[in-house]
C-alpha cells in the first residue's frame, strides 16, 4: 500500500505560514485551480499524480476558504487505483464513465459497488477504498469533497490521516446495507430526506420537496450520510425562471447534474462587480463567505444543483436579522430581472416569471400536489 510519507509540513512562519494543507497539496506539484468557477469538470486541465496512479488537480476556488478541500481525479480505462486508507469521511461524485468501488477495513475486502456517471457515494473515514474504471475505452472522472483543511490545521501531519495504522476501520460503521440504494425517509418540517452511502444517479432522483421560500416553483432534497458529519442538498426549478438571492457562509461547493442556466455572485456594497458563472452539467463554482448568489434557469428544462455543504457551523446564518440574507424579488435591483430575459433571448426563450411575483412579498408558486403547475 502506498505510503503519504512524511511529507514535511512547515509550521516556522508563524502567522505568515502557508497553511499545512496548502503546504501538503503543493507538494504533489499537481494542478491547483483557482477562481470562482470552473466551467467543465469534464475538461479541466490535470496532471501526473504518481503516489496515486492518476490524472488529478486540486480545486482552490474563492469561497473554497480552508474549509474543505475538492480534488479531480481520472483514473484511464481498465485501471485501478491503489488502496488508500482516509481518516476523514469524503464524498464522491461521478462526473464521467463508469466503475466499481470496494470500501472496507482493509485492501480488497469490504463491499463492492458498481457506479456511473453522476452516482454520488461517501467513503467513511478510516475505511480502505480502491477504485477501479470498469470501461476499456473511456476515462472516469471523479469530483471529491471533504473537510481535510480544517482537519490539517488542527493536525498539520498528513500521516495522520492517510494510511494511518492506528486508525481503527471498525470504528466506522460499515453496516449491511451500506453502499445499496440510498432511500427517502420523513424528515422534519415535512421535508423527505434522502439518506444512504450510495446515490445511484443524482440527475434522475424526482423525489424532491417544495422549497416555497427561495421562489421561482422550485423543489429540494436534504441528503444525510449515516454517522457522518457531512450532508447536501440538491436543488431542481423549472426552465426559465430563477431563484431569490441569498447568501451564507463558505465552504458549499455546488456541481451541476443537468440544465442550462448561470448564476451571479456579488459582495454587499460591490453590486457593480457581479461575478457571473455559466452552468451546465459539470460546472463547479463556490459562492465567497457572505457574497450574494442568484441562480438563473435559462434552458429548455428544469436546472439542478447539488451543494456539498461545510459544517453546520459555517453555514453562516449567525445573525439574528436572516432577512437580511435573503433578497425578495420586490427589492431586488431591475438590471437583474433584465438580464434575465437578455439571456433568454439569446437563446429565442422568454421569462417564466409571473409579474405579480415582483408586486407581491408574498407570492407563492402553486405546485403540482396543490393543482398547479410546478
Ligand atoms: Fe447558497
Redo the contacts with the bound molecule.
Keep these: 500500500m502506498p505510503l503519504a510519507t512524511k511529507i514535511p509540513i512547515d509550521l516556522s512562519g508563524g502567522l505568515q505560514s502557508v497553511s499545512s494543507h496548502n503546504q501538503w497539496m503543493e507538494h504533489w506539484k499537481l494542478p491547483i485551480h483557482t477562481g470562482y468557477y470552473i466551467e467543465d469538470l469534464r475538461t479541466m486541465n490535470l496532471g501526473w499524480w504518481e503516489e496515486r496512479k492518476c490524472q488529478a488537480a486540486f480545486l482552490q476556488l474563492s469561497g473554497q476558504e480552508g474549509v474543505c478541500e475538492s480534488r479531480v481525479v481520472e483514473i484511464a480505462p481498465g485501471e485501478s487505483l491503489p488502496p488508500v486508507k482516509f481518516g476523514l469521511d469524503e464524498i464522491v461524485y461521478v462526473l464521467q464513465g463508469q466503475g466499481v468501488t470496494t470500501v472496507g477495513a482493509s485492501a480488497g475486502s469490504g463491499k463492492t459497488f458498481e457506479w456511473q456517471v453522476r452516482s454520488m457515494f461517501l467513503i467513511p473515514a478510516n475505511t480502505t477504498h480502491t477504485i477501479s474504471n470498469v470501461s476499456g475505452t473511456t476515462p472516469a472522472r471523479l469530483l471529491t469533497y471533504n473537510f481535510l483543511p480544517m482537519a490539517m490545521a488542527a493536525i498539520p501531519d498528513p500521516d495522520f490521516f492517510f494510511n494511518n495504522p492506528i486508525l481503527d476501520p471498525n470504528a466506522a460503521v460499515l453496516g449491511d446495507d451500506r453502499f445499496s440504494q440510498a432511500k427517502a425517509v420523513p424528515g422534519a418540517r415535512g421535508r423527505s430526506s434522502w439518506v444512504g452511502n450510495f446515490f445511484p444517479d443524482m440527475a434522475a432522483w424526482d423525489r424532491l420537496d417544495p422549497l416555497r421560500e427561495r421562489g421561482a416553483g422550485g423543489r429540494s432534497v436534504s441528503v444525510e450520510f449515516p454517522n457522518s458529519p457531512h450532508h447536501c442538498h440538491m436543488s431542481v426549478f423549472p426552465s426559465r425562471t430563477y431563484k431569490r438571492a441569498?447568501?451564507?457562509g463558505p465552504g458549499?461547493v455546488?456541481v451541476i447534474p443537468g440544465g442550462e442556466g448561470f448564476s451571479v455572485m456579488w459582495q454587499e456594497g460591490q453590486e457593480d462587480n457581479k461575478v457571473y458563472v455559466p452552468w451546465h452539467e459539470a460546472s463547479c463554482f463556490v459562492?465567497p463567505n457572505k457574497w450574494f448568489?442568484q441562480h438563473f434557469n435559462v434552458g429548455a428544462n428544469h436546472g439542478r444543483y447539488l451543494?456539498f455543504h461545510p459544517p453546520i457551523a459555517f453555514s453562516g446564518f449567525e445573525r439574528v436579522d436572516r432577512a437580511s440574507d435573503e433578497i425578495p424579488y420586490t427589492e431586488e435591483d431591475p438590471a437583474i430581472r433584465a438580464r434575465f430575459a437578455e439571456e433568454l433571448g439569446k437563446r429565442g426563450l422568454t421569462p417564466a416569471m409571473p409579474d405579480e411575483a415582483y408586486k407581491n412579498p408574498n407570492y407563492e408558486w402553486v405546485y403540482k400536489e396543490e393543482g398547479g403547475a410546478n
Excluded: L, S, V
Aim: glycine share 0%; aromatic share 12%; proline share 12%.
Design positions: 441569498h447568501r451564507h458549499f455546488i459562492p448568489h451543494a
